[in-house]
């Protein structure tokens, strides 16, 4: 196994016990969308060896819905269901097309709605996106240090893009405050707190799909499900959708793991705290999308009672995790090979393999959650 080290180490003995609903499911509405399909789960051998386990699945995100990362899953169904309570119409009936006919019946180009967020890359595509899909505009703001690739994908979809010389966290807060007196603005973020939880909430409904997804894969290949689950976090709004998918009760439970940069590792610290910290983000990281230092209010309470752990991971095991992956025909940006090195780190611990329960039949499951494209190695 590659030699790895993590920073920072948490684990929760009791995640596998709680339970919490479901969530609202929003597989259906992303089957109407235009070119959808499952993404694929690739099994990798090698790596299941490497590891020490039974088997390798990699969620591969990238390619999702011709964009690549994951984040479409959640823009798409939060902007239809913002929209729909907009305007007084059944988001569970409602198409992309329908809604973009009812959005321009009658109605000036001046008053139409303005989709607006803060994102650190693949989240304020995919709502740039929704905004091109439905003929509306996209108002942008990024911070420093955001990949010309990355400022490039936004600008393809048309958005307006505002750089700020700012950290993540500030940026959201500036994208928020934007929006306060305007009757056509309507704030898509997916970051939550007091007063603002809706949204987020329909963004993590949104990212659901991918694990159901997984698990009706893993059931076409003859397997009972997942026993290990690793998922990228940055302010944790996938990782709570990890969580509340496989901690209601008529899901198998296996064990969770988030992994995030050594150097904004705010689950971690916050979960080893017990309470929500903050973490300074000045430092850069190859894994921009994960360069957040504030976990989202919304998800915090899942985050805790039902992650089995949480590990960091350095920018040299994660450089490394892109190019094995890529060795084996994946395309895995750093956010997205985060996991191979944080599955690494934490089974190179025979502690930590214990307090996941991972043995030699275990079945892994890496998500993957973007491609090269969304995030280039620099």
């Not at 303005?114 to 703001?141: E, K, Q």
Request: net charge negative.
């Amino acid at each position: 196994m590659h030699s790895t080290h993590a920073a920072y180490w948490y684990a929760n003995p009791d995640a596998r016990r709680w339970q919490t609903a479901a969530p609202a499911s929003a597989l259906s509405f992303h089957r109407t969308l235009t070119g959808y399909s499952p993404t694929p789960l690739t099994e990798l051998p090698s790596l299941a060896a490497e590891l020490g386990v039974g088997r390798v699945f990699l969620k591969d995100e990238s390619n999702r819905l011709g964009l690549p990362a994951f984040k479409i899953l959640g823009a798409s169904w939060a902007v239809c269901r913002a929209l729909c309570e907009r305007c007084g119409l059944d988001p569970e009936t409602m198409t992309v097309p329908e809604l973009r006919e009812h959005l321009h019946s009658g109605t000036d180009a001046g008053s139409l709605p303005v989709l607006v967020t803060a994102t650190d890359g693949n989240h304020g595509r995919a709502v740039s996106r929704m905004a091109a899909l439905l003929g509306l505009r996209a108002r942008v703001y990024i911070p420093n240090g955001l990949s010309a690739a990355a400022i490039e994908g936004i600008k393809g979809e048309g958005a307006e893009l505002i750089e700020l010389d700012a950290i993540y966290d500030d940026v959201v807060e500036a994208a928020a405050a934007s929006t306060q007196g305007s009757d056509r603005d309507v704030l898509i973020q997916d970051t939550a707190w007091a007063g603002y939880t809706d949204i987020p909430r329909w963004i993590v409904d949104g990212y659901t799909t991918l694990f159901a997804e997984t698990d009706e894969a893993l059931a076409q290949a003859g397997l009972a499900g997942a026993d290990l689950v690793a998922c990228p976090v940055g302010v944790g709004s996938l990782a709570h959708a990890m969580v509340d998918h496989y901690r209601n009760p008529g899901n198998r439970a296996p064990s969770l793991l988030s992994v995030e940069p050594d150097t904004a590792a705010c689950i971690a610290q916050s979960l080893q705290a017990g309470q929500p910290v903050v973490v300074d983000t000045s430092f850069p990281t190859i894994m921009s999308g994960l360069n957040c230092g504030t976990p989202s209010e919304l998800g915090w309470p899942s985050l805790l009672s039902g992650l089995d752990g949480a590990v960091s991971v350095s920018e040299e095991d994660c450089r490394q995790a892109v190019l094995d992956l890529g060795g084996l025909g994946l395309d895995a940006g750093p956010c997205g090979a985060s996991t191979l090195a944080g599955v690494r780190a934490a089974l190179s611990d025979e502690k930590h393999r214990q307090e996941l329960e991972i043995t030699p039949d275990s079945v892994v499951v890496l998500v993957s959650t973007e491609g090269l494209a969304a995030n280039p190695l620099r």
